[in-house]
């Protein structure tokens, strides 16, 4: 048995452990209420207004869509415009708004990551809001490690957990895994070129290779569950092929606090701790960007 199946606290059950350690990644179906993504998603809904009203300023639209619901209103806005308006704005946002920090603090997700951890986690500071809007090739995630973000970084394991705001699906661009990759070194990667995001990508003959070893697991989500992985099980997401529906979706990280905080990254913060529970940093501190409560 590995490491990580000794640590007793946590919500996780044993098989789900087990999926975890033996596919690289575990599936929990509907972790999160909607009532729960409500705070950020009234956070994003609030930037993709300021997205309307410059929109609307520099002429690219005549109608902000104000009743345009969630799921929707960025495909509309972007309707008719090309990858190039739309790729001004980013194609994941990591920014300090409200709604973010207690989405990161939340005990369910916690409670989950310290199944696989133990109890004292750090929140990474590499998070990202991901609007992928139908069509905009940018919105599309070449085959990729995280850990080819953060190659030279002494944390291990770096979990992510991936959580869709609206349901994610193969016809708007749901995660894809290639299940027990993730016992693999880092492998050879470039930036990805096409789409000019720059993504790192791993080298054609080496997906083909784990694809023809290991398959490909195509993995539709409910809004709010949560897929947790990995930082080196592989994994991408297609564009968005639907209509009219944005794939939004977080991706969160959780490591052990004895590890590299990664600070050429940003500023992360103490998420959960029995040993220093007065050091967990609190929605200020984490708007100071503190990582950790000052001490009394
Ligand atoms: O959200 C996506 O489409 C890709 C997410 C991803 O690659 C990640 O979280 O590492």
Not at 29 to 37: A, D, K
Not at 154 to 175: F, K, Q, Y
Not at 215 to 237: E, K, Q
């Amino acid at each position: 048995m590995t490491d990580t199946l000794t640590h007793p606290g946590g919500s996780l059950t044993a098989s789900q452990k087990e999926q975890y350690e033996v596919e690289g990644y575990v599936v929990l179906p509907n972790l999160l209420t909607l009532e729960e993504l409500q705070p950020i998603m009234d956070s994003l809904s609030e930037k993709v207004e300021s997205i309307a009203q410059e929109m609307l300023e520099k002429n690219l639209i005549a109608d902000p869509h104000k009743d345009v619901p969630f799921e929707h209103r960025l495909a509309k806005l972007f309707e008719g415009l090309t990858d190039r308006e739309f790729n001004t704005y980013g194609r994941s946002w990591r920014e300090r708004r409200p709604g973010f920090y207690d989405l990161m603090s939340n005990p369910k997700i916690l409670d989950a990551v310290e199944s696989l951890i133990g109890p004292e986690i750090f929140s990474n500071p590499v998070y990202n809001v991901r609007p992928k809007v139908p069509n905009v090739a940018a919105g599309a995630v070449p085959w990729h490690q995280d850990k080819s973000y953060w190659p030279d970084a002494n944390s291990n394991p770096v979990i992510t957990v991936w959580i869709p705001l609206v349901n994610a699906d193969e016809e708007n661009g749901c995660l894809r895994i290639c299940p027990r990759t993730h016992r693999k070194r880092v492998l050879s990667y470039h930036a990805e070129q096409q789409t000019g995001t720059e993504y790192t990508e791993i080298d054609d003959e080496l997906v083909q290779a784990a694809i023809d070893e290991y398959g490909v697991d195509v993995v539709p989500v409910t809004a709010g569950s949560a897929i947790l992985f990995n930082d080196r099980c592989l994994h991408m997401s297609t564009l968005n092929q639907s209509k009219d529906r944005v794939r939004w979706s977080v991706d969160l990280r959780y490591q052990p606090t004895d590890q590299d905080p990664m600070p050429s990254h940003g500023v992360g913060f103490l998420a959960r701790s029995h040993l220093y529970p007065q050091r967990v940093a609190t929605r200020e501190d984490w708007n100071a960007e503190r990582p950790e409560h000052p001490e009394a």
